[in-house]
Every structure is written in structure tokens, then in C-alpha cells.
């Protein structure tokens, strides 16, 4: 019987035993998921901070006190402003753009159709009741009405397009490229207009890498940058930073020379803080404006007196204006800044329209805000996002807002007003 107990007894130490080193080994286990799936959670955390600072620009920004209860529509002085119908997209990460009149109210909205959505970058209209949709290093399409889908181009299309009588597209792609001349030390990125069909087939494409090496200046400028931008990840500088295309319609004259062909492209660089023009048979910059002038730019383009307009960011200074500047005699015939300057300010993006009154349409991507300014510097229209994160205390931002008001090349939308 004591042996019988005795085997009794170990058979139960046994299993004992036994049970407790299982109850580590789970223990251990969970210990280590733990520990894998935390530093794995944090490894993912933080290679998504670091994706959003490798950005180029942020949607969300914080809303100043003074702004705090402000919302659409803030001012409209219909006597002085000039009529017409509002495009935006919102900074938030949407996949639509809102069509508005000039009281806020939504009259139309487009919405994206694909599988596998991102966010739309900007949006202008095209030809035939056509649009097309930017999305920001990814993609270009074109959608109709209704929203479907005519067709895509998935490139790393960037910042704008605009289209040319014939139906063709210009638009701009990144390229990251070696290039000893600029850095022996890392890749750079190659800014490439491109000119596609109205079909979206590229036909013809020039790089700003090939044109800036044939121009001393601009290369010298571009190579002693005094601060190295990443936009667009930290894996190839982005030395160029185009941000704009304009065709120019008609031939401009110096005299009795011409200083412009119609044809030409009008562009801005924000990281060389220049604008330009390119001779895009010849695929060589004919002319350019100012290594000292402008801080940062966005949005140059031709106005219908041969001068031309530019959002002129202040980046380093801390205050933005818009400037109109006449490319024969390179002097600023007229300019926009808040009093006191500091009002206005958006640190990147921003656009400037001009309407055939004289007044400007004047974007303030950071701040989320729109204005229409008289040509003596008075604001009659004032519209700010209303798309804010109460939480946070923070507005979305507006990359550009279009108005349309040559409604009779838009069937469909002169007859929504």
C-alpha cells in the first residue's frame, strides 16, 4: 500500500509539475507577444510619423483664436464681387470636390469611383464637360459629370495641370534620378513636364534636371541650396520643387521682339524661388525671375495683360502677398499684403485668380481660407473651410479654389446657378 500511495503521489507531482510549466511557457509566450506586437505597433507608429513629415503638406491646421467661430461664407459684397461658381477641394484627405455659388451653398459634387480611393490633390475642368483629378505622386484622371471614370494615368503626377486648345494635357511628374552634377551623395528628384493627349497618352516629356544643367545660374542656384528640402520621402532630395504650369496663349512682345510664343510654359519653382518660361520644342528655359525677389512661390500665371500673377509664400520672411509682375520691364506693377503683413500668411501652397474686373481670388492654403480681394486691396468675399476637427481645435486646409465664370463653356454648371 506505501508503494501503491508513494507512485499515487509522484503521478500527482507529475502532473502538477507538468501543468506549471505549462502556465510559464503561456505566460512567456503572452510576455513575448507582448513585447513583439507593442514594438511592432511602435515601429509602425513611427514609420508613419515619418512618412507624414516626409509629406509635402499638412491637412489639418490649427485655427487661430480669432478665427475660431468662423465658418463657409463670411463676407460677400455682391455690388464689388465678381460672379461665378466655386471649386475646392478640402485638405482633409477627401475623395470628392464641392461645387459652391458665391452665398456657400453646394450645387454639385463630384465623388471618386475607384476600388481603391486616395486623396484627390486638385481638380479643374477640362474640355467637353470633362474634369481632371490630381492625385498628389500617384495619379491623373479624367472623370465626366457624373463622376465616372474616362480615364487614368498612374504616374507620380504633382501639383498641376492645365489644358492647352488642342485638347492636350501639361502636368508635372517626379522622377528620382542619379545625378552627379547636382549630388554625388544621393539621389535627386527630377521634376519632368509632361504633355499628355486628351486621351491621357504621354507624348512628350522634358526634364528640369537636362534644362537647369544647360543654365549656369540656375544650376549654381540649385546646387549651393543653404537648406535641403524632403518632400516627397527622405530618399532623394527634392531640389527643384515644381509647382506650376501655364500655358501661354498668345506670343508676348519686348518691343518689336518677342519676349514670349504662344506655346511656351510658364512655370514656379519654390526651392530656387523662381518662375520661368520654357521653349518646350526646344526644351530650354528662355527666361526666368528672381533668385532674390520671391521666397518660396506658388501658382504663377499669365494674365490677360501680359503679366503675370504669383502667389509669393514668404516662407523664411513669415508673411505671403500676391505680386503682379510685368516680365518686359521685370517690375511689380501691382501686390497684395495684409496690414499688418503677418495676417496673411500660408508658409506652402496658395494660388492667386484673377478675374476680369481686376479683383483676385486669393488662396491661404495653411489657414484654410479664401479670399477675394478689389484692386485696391479691399476684401469683398471671404469663404473659410468648414470642415474643422472641434477635438483638436483644427481646420482642414484648401490646397486651391477655382472660380469658374465663363459659364457659358459649362452647360452643366450655368445651369445650376
Known sequence: MKARNIIILLSKNKFRILLIC???????????????????????????????KSLPYVNWT?????DVNKSGITRYNRTLSYKGI??????????????????????????DRREKKSKWKLIKPCQNNNFLVLI??????????????????KIRFHHDMAVADNGDIYSLINKKINSPQFSSEEPILDNCLVILTKDGEIKKEVSFVKMILENKELFKAAKTQK??????????WDIFHTNSVDIINRDIFKGTKKLFNKGNVLFCIRHLSIIGVIDVKKERIIWSWDLDELDYPHNASLL??????????????KYSRVIEL????????????????????????????????????????DNGRVFEVTRGGEVVWEFYNPEINEYKKERATIYRMMRITDLANYPKLKRLK
Open 136 to 153: 498628389e505622386d500617384n495619379a491623373l484622371f479624367m472623370i465626366d459629370w457624373d463622376s465616372n471614370i474616362k480615364w487614368i494615368k
Open 326 to 365: 510685368n516680365p518686359i520691364t521685370e517690375e511689380i506693377e501691382w501686390e497684395y499684403k495684409a496690414n499688418p503683413p503677418e495676417l496673411f500668411f500660408s508658409q506652402t501652397r496658395g494660388s492667386a485668380q484673377r478675374f476680369p474686373n481686376g479683383n483676385t481670388l486669393i488662396t491661404e492654403s
Open 304 to 317: 490677360g495683360n501680359g503679366n503675370i500673377l504669383i502667389f509669393d509664400n514668404g516662407t523664411h520672411r
Open 62 to 66: 490649427s485655427i487661430n483664436e480669432k
Open 86 to 111: 466655386n471649386i475646392y477641394l478640402s485638405g482633409k484627405g477627401v475623395h470628392n470636390a464641392h461645387f459652391l455659388d458665391m452665398s456657400g451653398n453646394i450645387l454639385h459634387t463630384f465623388l
Open 22 to 52: 505549462l502556465l510559464i511557457c503561456l505566460l512567456i509566450c503572452i510576455g513575448y507577444s507582448i513585447f513583439f506586437f507593442s514594438g511592432l505597433q511602435t515601429t509602425t507608429e513611427t514609420d508613419s510619423i515619418e512618412r507624414v
Open 227 to 236: 537648406e535641403k528640402r524632403y518632400c516627397y520621402g527622405k530618399d532623394a
